[in-house]
């Protein structure tokens, strides 16, 4: 069982950034592909990248890609995503899940509690 947080949210003005961070425990973490989502007030929740295990390649949805890059520290056990040029549709609570090694079967596990982003007009 991995146990994931993330933290690193807060207020920011839009065309500003903010880098979320996704802590695991256990030893595991390096076998999981990772995943990153949010979900916005009254929206359903929202897939914004995976990042697989082996080689750390990272797919993005199309709302995101180019403004967000998502990293991970294996040694740290951690998961990074680097957020520039926010916009308001971009207010969310974000989250890190667990999937698959390669990103293929959908499938998400050990979700965390979420960090709340506000992107202010």
């Known amino acids: 069982q991995v146990q994931l947080v993330e933290s690193g949210g807060g207020l920011v003005q839009a065309g500003g950034s903010l880098r979320l961070s996704c802590a695991a425990s256990g030893r595991t973490f390096r076998t999981y592909g990772m995943g990153w989502f949010r979900q916005a007030p009254g929206k359903e929740r929202e897939g914004v990248s995976c990042?697989?295990?082996?080689?750390?390649?990272?797919f993005y949805a199309g709302s995101v890609k180019g403004r967000f890059t998502v990293s991970r520290d294996n040694a740290k056990n951690t998961l990074y995503l680097q957020m520039n040029s926010l916009k308001p549709e971009d207010t969310a609570v974000y989250f890190c899940?667990?999937?698959?090694?390669?990103?293929?079967?959908?499938?998400?596990?050990?979700w965390g509690r979420g960090t709340q982003v506000t992107v202010s007009s």
């Open positions: 990042t697989r295990s082996g080689d750390g390649n990272t």
């Open positions: 899940a667990t999937t698959d090694d390669r990103c293929t079967t959908n499938e998400y596990a050990n």
